[in-house]
């Protein structure tokens, strides 16, 4: 694996990047920064993929689905391992600038344009995309390889737009690649925050394009130079079949059934697997009720409703479009030290090939011998181990209170270091508030709303007090406010609880995530209060919120993921269905 780019310097969700030429043909450009001593003949491996890995972000997915698929991986060591490869594989992490730092510094940016000038086999990843561009403004103007012409821009959230780009969208597939093939009706997943925008200039090189806010360039192919926006190693079996076709040419890929035909951006429903230990010392799933997980028998064990890879791996199969780990027991005193959660994350990445988003203890501590570690090296390990995403409760409340009092990011905040490092689109903060009803807007401090249903004593308002510690403290801030905060911190998505509304089956707290939703530009998972089809269609018919989750109802098989979405899509919600 290569160095990891400095710490600090990886940030807002860019693409994975790479660099197509024509049928072997160098531009002037690439004629200049080609130097004839990269010259290594080509492996013979057939079964064999060469994975450029440079240390940031998960990249055990895309490892997974290689393996998946019954091929071996090869990592990249040095500018020759990228001449010699028959394959290479591409999976950019984090920031345009940062990444084209390390390849300049590595030698692997000048074997790269060889390597696509002599038009062998490559497949871009997000940011490997974008890297093939001339340049990007992500902390820039930076420059890109110089393959493709054109500027990557940052998506305009000025408007309302929301931003990042997260979730699954459709593609308008503009050339006939064997590569696309069949993916055309399908949703595939995207996350990032920077597009490079299709142009007269590059319209040659253009496969597919997505819509949100505009047009922009989804996957790119020239010869045997492809490259994809997207995420193939997390869009499920459409992914896993794009993922085929280039490995192995003549196949035809797995065929994708599909429903009605992709068109726009989908909402997700996300099923929730809350995981502790239980009195045997056993990692289950649990489901609490209003933050009890404890049965209301004389035996008041842990609630257990299945083993946490068995359950998470059945509902990727069920169709949900994410999968979240909640770890609600670990980490309190040593979270390096919770190995059985860390191989959950670890088994789950090799079946589960949609997002994976784990929380739980994600904040600078100190073990028992002195010895201290960063929030930042908690992380690390929970990307390392196969997350997606990561979610910070209440170190995120602390962190976005001394913000307000001193109205200055100090940059040292877990959700600050690492949005910093590895892009606010990989930081979600969970809220998890409680209803304070009070007469008049006045009483308080903090944003109100009018309730649907007025309090126990006639109240006509109420606010959304914030709590820290799994519910058990609450904190002078309110849940409109910390939203607001953490999105200036580096947040990238908020997932948005209510205690009120935990495991009672009444619906989600319209009120609240109507307020939320309504006051941030980054996207919203609703959440708490399940019980039925219809309260999901409900959630996205009166809200902005961009996806739903529900545990519960999935883990006690009340509602199946697949009812929900038949349901959502007969309500003329737009989602994916595999």
């Known amino acids: 694996m290569l160095p990891p780019p400095p710490q600090g310097a990886m940030a807002t969700g860019a693409a994975n990047h790479a660099v197509p030429c024509s049928a072997g043909r160098p531009t002037k450009r690439n004629q200049r920064r080609n130097p004839a001593s990269l010259s290594v003949r080509a492996s013979s491996d057939a079964n064999t993929v060469t994975l450029l890995d440079y240390g940031a972000g998960n990249v055990r997915s895309v490892r997974n689905a290689i393996r998946h698929l019954g091929f071996n991986i090869r990592d990249v060591r040095s500018p020759e391992d990228i001449l010699s490869a028959d394959r290479l594989v591409f999976p950019g992490v984090g920031a345009f600038g940062s990444a084209m730092d390390v390849l300049t510094r590595t030698g ?12 062998r086999p490559f497949l871009g990843i997000c ?16 420059s890109g390889l110089g393959v493709i012409p054109g500027v990557v821009r940052r998506f305009d959230s000025s408007e309302g737009l929301i931003v990042p780009h997260i979730g699954w969208n459709a593609l308008q597939i503009n050339k006939d690649t064997q590569l696309l093939q069949g993916v055309d009706g399908h949703h595939v997943y995207f996350v990032h925050s920077y597009y490079a925008p299709p142009s007269d200039a590059n319209r040659d090189w253009i496969s597919s394009t997505c819509n949100y806010g505009q047009s922009f360039i989804s996957s790119i192919s020239m010869g045997n130079i492809q490259a994809v926006q997207f995420h193939p190693e997390k869009s499920g079996a459409t992914g896993l079949s794009i993922f085929e076709k280039f490995l192995s040419p003549n196949s035809s890929g797995a065929k994708v059934p599909s429903h009605k035909k992709a068109s726009k951006l989908a909402k997700r429903v996300i099923a929730c697997l809350d995981v502790r230990s239980n009195d045997n010392g056993d990692l289950v799933v649990t489901k609490g009720d209003q933050y009890d997980v404890r049965d209301h028998s004389s035996s008041k064990e842990v609630r ?12 990727y199969i069920d169709g949900a479009d994410e999968v979240s780990f909640l770890n609600i027991t670990g980490f309190r005193a040593f979270p390096l030290g919770d190995l059985p959660m860390l191989e959950v994350l670890r088994c789950a990445s090799e079946k589960v090939f949609v997002p994976l988003t784990v929380g739980g203890g994600i904040r600078d501590f100190t073990d028992a011998s002195g010895r201290y570690y960063s929030s930042l090296e908690v992380a690390s390990e929970y990307f390392r181990s196969g997350a997606d995403k990561i979610s910070i409760g209440s170190d995120a409340v602390f962190a976005a209170e001394a913000y307000l009092q001193i109205g200055v990011k100090t940059g040292k905040s877990s959700l600050e270091q690492i949005s910093r490092v590895y892009g606010n689109q990989a930081v979600v903060v969970s809220i998890d508030p409680r209803r304070v009803y009070v007469k008049s807007p006045d009483e308080v401090q903090f944003k109100t709303v009018k309730v649907s249903s007025k309090g126990p004593l ?3 308002y109420a606010w959304y ?29 908020i997932l948005l609880n209510c205690i009120d509304c935990d495991g009672q089956g009444c619906g989600f707290d319209i009120d609240l995530i109507k307020m939320v939703s309504d006051a941030v530009t980054i996207p919203v998972i609703a959440s ?6 219809e309260h999901f269609s409900e959630v996205f018919e009166k809200t902005n919120a961009s996806a739903a989750l529900a545990a519960g109802i999935f883990h006690r098989k009340e509602v199946p993921i697949l009812a929900v979405k038949e349901h959502l899509e007969d309500a003329g919600v737009e989602v994916r269905m595999q």
């Open 465 to 493: 007090q914030c709590t820290v510690s799994g519910g058990r403290d609450s904190r002078p801030i309110g849940a409109y406010e910390l939203a607001q905060a953490v999105e200036e911190l580096g947040a990238g998505e």
């Open 304 to 315: 257990n409703l299945g083993k946490p890879v068995e359950l998470a791996s059945q509902y």
């Open 458 to 460: 006639g109240e006509e």
């Open 528 to 533: 708490s209060g399940a019980g039925s089809v």
């Open 108 to 119: 692997m940016a000048d074997a790269l344009r060889e390597y696509i000038r002599r038009d």
């Open 127 to 142: 940011l490997g995309l974008q890297l093939l561009f001339d340049s990007s403004e992500e902390n820039g103007p930076v």
